[in-house]
Protein backbone atom coordinates (compact mmCIF):
# COMPACT_ATOMS: atom_id res chain seq x y z
CA UNK A 1 0.00 0.00 0.00
CA UNK A 2 1.23 2.89 -0.70
CA UNK A 3 2.08 6.03 1.84
CA UNK A 4 1.63 9.58 1.84
CA UNK A 5 1.71 12.29 3.90
CA UNK A 6 2.66 13.46 7.24
CA UNK A 7 0.45 10.71 9.33
CA UNK A 8 -0.81 11.91 12.42
CA UNK A 9 -1.82 15.36 12.33
CA UNK A 10 -3.83 17.80 15.37
CA UNK A 11 -4.29 21.34 15.52
CA UNK A 12 -5.50 22.65 18.58
CA UNK A 13 -6.12 26.58 18.57
CA UNK A 14 -7.07 29.04 21.82
CA UNK A 15 -6.58 32.82 22.87
CA UNK A 16 -2.45 31.82 24.08
CA UNK A 17 -1.52 30.58 20.29
CA UNK A 18 -2.02 27.29 18.17
CA UNK A 19 -0.25 23.81 18.95
CA UNK A 20 0.18 21.99 15.67
CA UNK A 21 1.42 18.12 16.13
CA UNK A 22 2.57 16.53 12.90
CA UNK A 23 4.05 13.08 12.40
CA UNK A 24 4.82 11.40 15.63
CA UNK A 25 7.10 14.04 16.74
CA UNK A 26 7.13 17.18 15.82
CA UNK A 27 5.47 20.18 17.62
CA UNK A 28 5.11 23.74 17.12
CA UNK A 29 3.48 25.94 18.69
CA UNK A 30 2.42 29.54 17.44
CA UNK A 31 1.85 32.63 19.52
CA UNK A 32 -0.35 35.67 18.65
CA UNK A 33 0.91 37.26 15.95
CA UNK A 34 3.88 35.19 15.43
CA UNK A 35 5.05 31.99 13.23
CA UNK A 36 4.97 28.23 14.39
CA UNK A 37 7.75 27.54 16.30
CA UNK A 38 9.04 24.01 16.82
CA UNK A 39 9.04 23.20 20.59
CA UNK A 40 9.30 19.09 19.71
CA UNK A 41 11.11 17.26 22.46
CA UNK A 42 13.86 14.85 21.78
CA UNK A 43 12.95 11.08 21.56
CA UNK A 44 15.49 8.92 23.79
CA UNK A 45 13.98 5.62 22.54
CA UNK A 46 13.27 6.66 18.52
CA UNK A 47 14.77 4.00 16.90
CA UNK A 48 15.41 2.36 19.63
CA UNK A 49 12.54 -0.18 19.92
CA UNK A 50 10.54 -2.34 17.26
CA UNK A 51 8.02 -1.57 16.13
CA UNK A 52 9.45 1.86 15.83
CA UNK A 53 6.26 3.95 16.85
CA UNK A 54 4.72 6.42 19.38
CA UNK A 55 2.69 3.12 20.11
CA UNK A 56 5.90 0.98 21.21
CA UNK A 57 8.02 4.04 22.64
CA UNK A 58 4.42 5.27 25.12
CA UNK A 59 4.73 1.87 26.60
CA UNK A 60 8.32 1.18 27.08
CA UNK A 61 7.77 4.30 29.08
CA UNK A 62 5.14 3.12 30.96
CA UNK A 63 7.08 -0.15 31.50
CA UNK A 64 10.34 1.95 32.67
CA UNK A 65 8.17 3.71 35.01
CA UNK A 66 5.75 0.95 36.53
CA UNK A 67 9.72 -0.54 37.45
CA UNK A 68 10.96 2.52 38.95
CA UNK A 69 7.24 2.49 41.24
CA UNK A 70 8.02 -1.27 42.16
CA UNK A 71 11.75 -0.82 42.73
CA UNK A 72 10.63 2.15 45.07
CA UNK A 73 12.30 4.84 42.90
CA UNK A 74 11.02 8.08 41.64
CA UNK A 75 9.00 7.83 38.54
CA UNK A 76 10.76 10.49 35.27
CA UNK A 77 8.90 13.56 35.58
CA UNK A 78 6.09 14.81 36.95
CA UNK A 79 3.03 11.97 36.60
CA UNK A 80 -0.12 13.78 35.50
CA UNK A 81 -2.78 14.87 38.00
CA UNK A 82 -7.03 13.71 37.49
CA UNK A 83 -7.20 17.44 36.91
CA UNK A 84 -4.61 16.52 33.88
CA UNK A 85 -7.18 14.17 32.47
CA UNK A 86 -10.08 16.02 32.67
CA UNK A 87 -8.57 18.48 30.69
CA UNK A 88 -7.57 16.28 28.02
CA UNK A 89 -10.90 14.40 28.17
CA UNK A 90 -13.04 17.75 27.48
CA UNK A 91 -10.65 18.27 24.88
CA UNK A 92 -11.19 14.92 23.12
CA UNK A 93 -15.01 15.30 23.91
CA UNK A 94 -15.18 18.79 21.99
CA UNK A 95 -13.44 17.43 19.04
CA UNK A 96 -15.74 14.33 18.96
CA UNK A 97 -18.78 16.46 19.41
CA UNK A 98 -17.34 19.22 16.78
CA UNK A 99 -17.55 17.12 13.87
CA UNK A 100 -14.81 19.16 12.33
CA UNK A 101 -16.16 22.53 13.64
CA UNK A 102 -14.64 24.99 16.25
CA UNK A 103 -15.78 24.36 19.61
CA UNK A 104 -15.12 26.62 22.65
CA UNK A 105 -14.05 25.04 25.58
CA UNK A 106 -13.85 27.26 28.97
Do not use: C, I
Amino acid sequence: MAYHGPGHFAQVTGSEGTLVLTGETKLELGKPGGPLEDVSAADDLWERVTPNNMWARSFARLMRDLVRAVQGDESEGTPPTFRDGLVVQRLLDAVRAGGGKLTPLD
